[in-house]
């Protein structure tokens, strides 16, 4: 059974990094028939796109986040990571990894970890 | 960038009641449209991908229409479970991804 746990400090300090690993379980990351994804929700708000990494390693960012984003998988751990750069209290959210699947070139976000709230603050 | 509004924002309704929520992305993105719906303090789950192809398992009072730019999920009874937010995302950008601002269906 395919899971995705979500790890990493839930306070962060502004101007710091955050960093968050994605450990995945039931499910080879190096497949080919899967793409990887991070996702994040303030509190009280909406689903925010961070960015996605594909079994070639190429990665693709949100614009409004590219500049601060790296994505990164390790494929000999079954884990992808997110780190975050100059951190403010407006990255302050519920991070969530996910596996994304592709049905004839139609992309979704298929199976969701469970979520791990990373605060920003002093 | 593609930009996705939805409406409505939030919505009241009864157990029972046939629920359209519509999603409409700022240009042509084909079917390349998925939604999912998301509990409170829960992670969000997929319903529907590629417009309305039903996710398996999802219950079939659950569906999805339309293409180019205007997409519909309609809940034909509402359950009592399905109560919660509902957004769309688009993929037509396999490269850039956007989510709807979220529809919140409550009880009336």
């Known amino acids: 059974q395919l899971q995705l746990q979500e790890s990493g400090p839930g306070l962060v300090k502004p101007s710091e990094t955050l960093s968050l690993t994605c450990t995945v379980s039931g499910s080879s990351i190096s497949s080919s028939r899967y793409y990887w994804g991070w996702i994040r929700q303030p509190p009280g708000k909406g689903l925010e796109w961070i960015g996605n990494i594909y079994n070639s390693g190429s990665t693709y960012y949100n614009p409004s986040l590219e500049s601060r984003v790296t994505i990164s998988i390790a494929t000999s751990r079954d884990q992808f990571s997110l780190k975050l750069t100059s951190v403010t209290a407006t990255d302050t959210a519920v991070y969530y990894c996910?596996?994304?699947?592709?049905?004839?070139?139609?992309?979704?976000?298929?199976?969701w970890g469970q979520g791990t709230l990373v605060t920003v603050s002093s | 960038d593609i930009q996705m509004t939805q409406s409505p924002s939030s919505l009241s309704a009864s157990v029972g009641d046939r629920v359209t929520i519509t999603c409409r992305a700022s240009q042509y993105i084909g079917r390349f449209l998925n939604w999912y719906q998301q509990k409170v303090g829960k992670a969000p789950k997929l319903l529907i991908y590629?417009?309305?192809n039903l996710e398996s398992g999802v219950p079939s009072r659950f569906s999805g229409s339309g293409s180019g730019t205007d997409f519909t999920l309609t809940i034909s009874s509402l359950q009592p479970e399905d109560f919660a937010t509902y957004y769309c995302q688009q993929s037509y950008s396999s490269l850039l991804f956007t989510f709807g601002p979220g529809t919140k269906i409550d009880i009336k």
């Open positions: 590629a417009a309305s």
């Open positions: 996910a596996r994304l699947s592709d049905a004839s070139g139609y992309i979704y976000f298929h199976h």
